[in-house]
């Protein structure tokens, strides 16, 4: 499976962005797609993950209410629409996947077996 972010960019404080993650090669009907960021000089962290089925999404506290995660499975694509970005959303984004991850696990970095190449999100003040 592979991974294709896109859809970075530099934006203001209060504007919205889309970043998108495309997937090929083998998924599942399971498939799992997170979204990750890594500010500099900080741990990555976890934003917001989807199962493809649509069962299933989880937020990150700091971005409840501002971020929303969706996916197109025909075209195995999933969204990360962010609003109201703030200053502290600014770092490179990361997609990963994974076709066997249970939901309690989908904020853990570690469990995902596929990575993308990251985009960056800039969010001036």
């Known amino acids: 499976v592979q991974l294709q972010a896109s859809g970075g960019g530099l934006v203001q404080a209060g504007d919205s962005l889309r970043v998108s993650c495309a997937a090929s090669?083998?998924?599942?009907?399971?498939?799992?797609t997170g979204w990750f960021r890594q500010a500099p000089g900080k741990e990555r962290e976890f934003v917001a993950a989807?199962?493809?089925?649509?069962?299933?999404?989880l937020y990150a506290d700091s971005v409840k209410g501002r971020f929303t995660i969706s996916r197109d499975s025909a075209k195995k694509t999933v969204y990360l629409q962010m609003n109201n970005l703030k200053a502290e959303d600014t770092a490179v984004y990361y997609c990963?996947?994974?076709?066997?991850?249970?939901?309690?696990?989908?904020?853990?970095?570690?469990?995902?077996?596929?990575w993308g190449q990251g985009t960056l999100v800039t969010v001036s003040s």
């Open positions: 990963a996947g994974d076709k066997t991850l249970i939901t309690s696990s989908m904020p853990d970095y570690r469990q995902y077996d596929y």
């Open positions: 090669g083998r998924t599942s009907s399971r498939f799992v």
């Open positions: 989807i199962r493809w089925t649509g069962a299933s999404s």
